[in-house]
């Protein structure tokens, strides 16, 4: 239970970029500004000179322990449907709430920016007696119900567990009760001689998380996804081999709605890798696989949707083909556009949209960071090649963002065709600085402020990022630092 | 571990990837040209593709090994590496029987445009395995003669209890299985039921392990690849098979 924080705040540069509206980005803002960053403490003994200025900014992240960095590293970053808050979940098995700034008339500039509302702690780590292994309690994924009433609720997974959370406000708290002191002792009921009604009186703020729901011992895999169904009552939770639905109000029992796991596991080659529900269509959802792969399935056909209505998929470049083919086909993010007609996947080196109407190709492909593909040998000896990159849609189905290495991001205009590299670092940016687009030299000739392709640190990759549902508010979580940027207009 | 850039074992990897990446369209516009300088280019794109091969291979076994040691394992993972090795494992296959029925440069095989192009010189094996479910093997002649011997023992140590720990549900607790002597526990088990005529699933259920090799690693594989052998390799993999249901049965 937290109070909630105000963070710091300091001025930045200007800088040009590219031009954008709030409707569709057709380029006329002033650029990409950062609104807010937020990360981790770091180890006491930590010699680094930008410890000062983080300490200050959030006491409320501060765990019992400061040994471990590693368990701040954040797994996944999702706006609410309104998008007024943002949620955080960390390989530690926290979950962070943010919630966005009232607008305020005397401080207008403060509007867009997020405070940390809410901190608890989601799952723990457990550990499975019969495989004698243990559970990570890294939180996978997090996806908002649409509010229903005064509170939030999500879902947050781990490898095997599913938890419901209830996220509530406390403003007001019943005083004057007759049997209990106001510090909780009982008062000796002789001693009571009139009775009263209790009052509420408002305190603090208070917000508080309560698990409401656990959906476990469903899965003997690990699970990669979970979306709720536009019905509001389902939710599909998905691991290597299988994809059950559930009810949110039901935990000991799921259907089984997909299951690919073969009869000898020999045989097994190809696993899910993600799945989501149609944003319209309840009865509809897709789920991708290792070998890139689409398979979108309609669940009033039968019980078990292993028969997909539609397969989407490429055929392969015969040009292109090398040991790693495969493994960079693996599509590592499923998402559907707002609008339910597209749905957009990423394989290591690219991104996909492709028309729920078309099965035999995408209808766009967009490089994401074609240099890798010199360099898959190496990628897959530091086991880069494994990594599972998201992505993401904004409010109008216009732009699709995605991330890359070197804590870069990139945002592709489908209609203009125009494309634009970020950098989320703290060297390189300030709180209101404008972003610069990056460019990475392929060839010999390096300009000054390009990168080259060897200079790129693999260590900082940007796997999950997020879109504001309505505005140009984007969140991009760098390892352990989340950042908040906003398109600003002028 | 991973700093700013890529480290990389070996200094010819940089080359061997500078090569690759121009080669590629060097190769198809140089077929167009003249067939003169085709086998140069091919030789030496070949070269580093052999050599690619070889440390995508090591590569391969040495992640699906370390990642038995006391951690739980990555399905995903998993099973994209042992579809990479099983690629790479078909093409060796190409390779060698390609050396041995034709005389012609191997390096063809290696050549997947030319597959469906020149049947001359792909062999039947080849032609038939799918490269994109590279799982089906195609049944084998038990005279091939095995080339690269050294590979093959590396694969013959660890694929056996690699694929059993990777895809068997009780994770990598079933390494210690592979302490024990297991010939003392089945040995009451009657195989007769396993009539040798039912080749075809035998040999795809061991399409992992190359034919000449036995599963049981301290036992000779060169006694293994002469035809008289062919009867206990057969045996072998049904027990192979019949350990593996066992193992994997959830």
Redesign the interface.
């Known amino acids: 239970m937290n109070v909630r924080e105000k963070k710091e705040r300091q001025s930045g540069e200007p800088c040009m970029i590219w031009d954008a509206t709030l409707e569709s980005l057709a380029w006329k803002s002033r650029g990409w500004e950062q609104v807010c960053r937020y990360q981790d403490l770091e180890p006491a003994d930590s010699s680094m000179e930008e410890e000062n200025e983080t300490r200050k900014i959030n006491n409320s992240f501060l765990r019992d322990h400061n040994y471990a960095t590693e368990a701040d590293i954040i797994s996944t970053v999702e706006f609410n449907s309104t998008g007024e808050l943002l949620a955080t979940g960390d390989k530690g098995g926290r979950v962070v709430v943010f919630q966005r700034e009232q607008e305020s008339k005397t401080q207008p500039h403060r509007r867009g920016e997020y405070n940390v509302y809410s901190t608890f702690q989601s799952h723990e780590p457990e550990f499975d007696y019969?495989?004698?292994?243990?559970i990570e309690e890294k939180i996978n994924k997090i996806k908002w119900l649409p509010q229903q009433n005064a509170a939030y609720f999500l879902l947050s997974t781990n490898d095997k567990t599913v938890k419901l959370w209830k996220i509530s406000e406390r403003d007001k708290r019943p005083e004057g009760y007759n049997l209990k002191d106001e510090d909780g002792r009982f008062r000796d009921p002789s001693t009571i001689t009139t009775l009263r009604v209790p009052v509420l009186q408002p305190m603090d703020l208070m917000v508080e998380a309560t698990a409401r729901r656990v959906f476990s011992n469903a899965h003997?895999?690990?699970i990669?996804s979970i979306s709720v169904n536009s019905d509001l009552q389902t939710f599909i939770s998905t691991d290597?081999?299988r994809v059950n639905l559930w009810n949110l109000e039901i935990t000991d029992r799921s259907f089984n709605i997909v299951d690919i796991k073969p009869a000898?596991?020999?045989?097994?080659?190809?696993?899910i890798?993600s799945a989501e529900f149609h944003p319209q269509q309840c009865h509809t959802f897709a789920y991708t696989s290792?070998k890139g792969c689409i398979r979108l399935c309609d669940m009033r056909q039968a019980a078990l949707c292993d028969k997909h209505c539609k397969y989407f998929e490429e055929p392969?470049d015969?040009?292109?083909?090398s040991?790693?083919s495969?493994?960079i086909s693996?599509i590592s993010d499923v998402k559907f556009s707002h609008n339910g007609r597209y749905l957009m996947t990423r394989d290591y080196l690219t991104v996909k949209v492709w028309d729920l109407q078309m099965e035999n190709k995408p209808l766009e492909t967009y490089q994401v960071h074609d240099y890798l593909?010199?360099?898959l040998?190496?990628?897959?000896?530091?086991?880069?090649i494994?990594d599972k990159f998201e992505c993401v849609w904004n409010g109008s189905d216009s732009v699709i963002m995605t991330g890359s290495y070197n804590n870069f991001f990139r945002m592709f205009d489908r209609n203009t065709k125009r494309d634009v590299t970020l950098e989320a670092s703290r060297e390189n940016s300030k709180p209101r600085a404008i972003l610069k687009p990056r460019k990475v030299c392929v060839g010999g000739k390096r300009r000054k402020d390009e990168i080259s392709v060897?200079?790129?640190?693999?260590?900082k990759k940007i796997l999950h990022t997020t879109w504001h549902p309505h505005e140009n508010i984007i969140a991009v979580a760098a390892t352990n630092n989340l950042y908040i940027f906003q398109d600003k207009v002028n | 571990?991973?700093?700013?850039?890529?480290?990389?074992?070996w200094s010819c990897?940089e080359e061997?990837?500078?090569e690759?990446?121009p080669n590629?369209p060097v190769i198809?516009e140089k077929k167009q040209d003249g067939e003169e300088d085709r086998g140069e280019q091919q030789s030496k794109s070949n070269m580093s593709h052999l050599q690619?091969?070889q440390?995508?291979l090591s590569?391969c076994l040495e992640?699906l090994q370390h990642y038995q040691a006391g951690m739980?394992l990555?399905?995903?993972?998993s099973?994209?590496l042992i579809?990479?090795l099983r690629?790479?494992q078909e093409e060796m296959r190409c390779d060698g029987s390609d050396v041995r029925l034709h005389s012609v440069n191997p390096d063809v095989c290696l050549l997947?445009?030319d597959f469906r192009e020149d049947e001359s010189v792909t062999c039947p094996g080849c032609a038939e395995g799918d490269?994109?479910?590279?799982?089906l093997s195609p049944p084998l002649s038990p005279e091939m003669p095995f080339q690269e011997a050294n590979i093959s023992l590396d694969l013959q140590k660890s694929l056996p209890n690699t694929?059993s720990n990777t895809?068997?549900?009780?994770?990598?607790?079933m390494g210690y299985l592979s302490d024990l002597a297991l010939d003392d526990i089945f040995e009451d088990i009657d195989t007769s039921m396993y009539e040798t005529s039912d080749l075809p699933p035998a040999w795809g259920?061991g399409s992992?392990w190359p034919v000449s090799v036995s599963f049981w690693p301290d036992e000779d594989a060169k006694s293994r690849s002469s035809a008289g052998t062919l009867q206990s390799c057969l045996l072998d993999l049904n027990e192979l098979d019949h350990i593996?249901?066992i193992l994997?049965k959830?």
Do not use: W
């Open positions: 019969l495989k004698s292994l243990e003997t895999y690990h990669n290597d081999l000898n596991m020999e045989e097994l080659t190809e696993v890798t290792s392969e015969p040009s292109t083909r040991f790693f495969e493994i693996s593909r010199g360099k040998c190496s990628l897959y000896e530091n086991d880069c494994f060897d200079s790129l640190d693999f260590s | 571990m991973l700093g700013r850039g890529v480290k990389r074992k990897l061997l990837e500078a690759e990446l590629a198809e690619q091969r440390l995508v590569l992640k739980e990555s399905l995903r993972r099973v994209l579809n990479t690629q790479i997947r445009d490269r994109e479910s590279p799982s694929v895809f068997s549900d009780a994770g990598n607790a259920a992992l593996m249901d994997v959830s």
